[in-house]
């Protein structure tokens, strides 16, 4: 698919806008977009306090009736991923899709289909993906400019989408039909489980003695560290640590260590460090060192 220039991008109308769903998501977009000069007919909730809000805040109309949304030739649908189909209905049943409208949900994970009733009233449908955490509106305002977006559509929407990424100093992908689940499992290995794996050191650092709060701050400044290290050396050279060294005694005594004091956590260092070691082995290392971390983390526990 061919990508214009950013000047072409400029220079292209710009469709006005309607936000279905003033959640932290549509918040975001619809600020950042309004800040950008797109026009934002209208902001549209199921709760009507954030609408009047957000739609005051970007100077559109807060509309209560859905089928007011027809009159944007684009509706960004920024619903929970579980809500994004019925909404799409009831919104249709209203009357708020027409034809040569366009219509996309800001989901990963969903596929376009779950606008099938948009599409059955001769709208355009799509997917715009913001590859980004939106822990609060305020924290998203200051990530977002410069992510990558996930885009899905045809027609008018192949304009439509990477001019609105383009407003926002983003990149872009266009998606295959049915990649969504992998694109999303990536993201959540990627963001989801990094805090999981975050709180899971904290416990650590915690049952070594520290405080909870010395715990956090000593591991934010190495998590840091490590994203540093991606952003600047990138795959593989990225990689510290043990298993980049060939260091399976100190694996070992990981082990030990989780073996009697935090049991559960076993299995998941072993396959986490399964999974590392193909970085490590792509950084020509020691073989036999590799085979000795290989031995030291295969699924049974082992014999020393």
């Known amino acids: 698919m061919k990508t214009a220039s950013a000047a072409e991008f400029n220079e292209m109308p710009r469709p006005t806008l309607a936000i279905a769903g003033a959640g932290r998501v549509g918040s975001a977009l619809a600020l950042l977009l309004a800040g950008r000069g797109w026009t934002i ?34 509706v960004l649908l920024t619903v929970p991923d579980g809500a994004i189909g019925a909404c799409s209905q009831a919104i249709a049943q209203a009357g708020g899709w027409r034809d040569g409208q366009g219509v996309v949900h800001c989901s990963g994970a969903v596929e376009v289909a779950a606008l099938a009733s948009a599409q059955a009233a001769g709208a355009w449908i799509g997917g715009f993906h913001p590859l980004q955490a939106f822990a609060t509106v305020e924290a998203a305002l200051t990530v977002l400019p410069g992510s990558f977006f996930a885009l899905e559509g045809a027609g008018p929407l192949t304009r439509w989408l990477p001019a609105l990424a383009q407003s926002l100093n983003g990149t872009w992908q266009w998606l295959a039909p049915g990649a969504r689940p992998l694109y ?53 050279g990225a990689l510290t640590g043990p298993i980049r060294r060939g260091d399976a005694d100190t694996v070992i005594r990981h082990l030990d260590a989780l073996d009697a004091t935090a049991p559960d956590l076993s299995s998941l260092y072993r396959a986490l460090a399964r999974q590392t070691l193909p970085l490590a082995q792509s950084l020509n290392l020691d073989p036999q060192a590799l085979d000795a971390v290989t031995h030291a983390v295969r699924t049974e526990i082992p014999t020393r």
């Open 41 to 74: 007919r209208g902001v549209w909730s199921r709760s009507p306090d954030p609408a009047g809000r957000l739609a005051q805040q970007v100077g559109a109309a807060a509309w209560t009736d859905p089928a007011r949304l027809a009159e944007a030739q684009l």
């Open 184 to 236: 999303h499992a990536g993201a959540v290995f990627a963001s989801n489980y990094v805090v999981t794996l975050f709180s899971i050191g904290v416990r650590l650092l915690a049952e070594a003695g520290l405080t909870p709060a010395q715990a956090s701050s000593a591991l934010l400044s190495l998590t840091e560290g490590a994203v540093h290290n991606l952003a600047t050396v990138g795959l593989p």
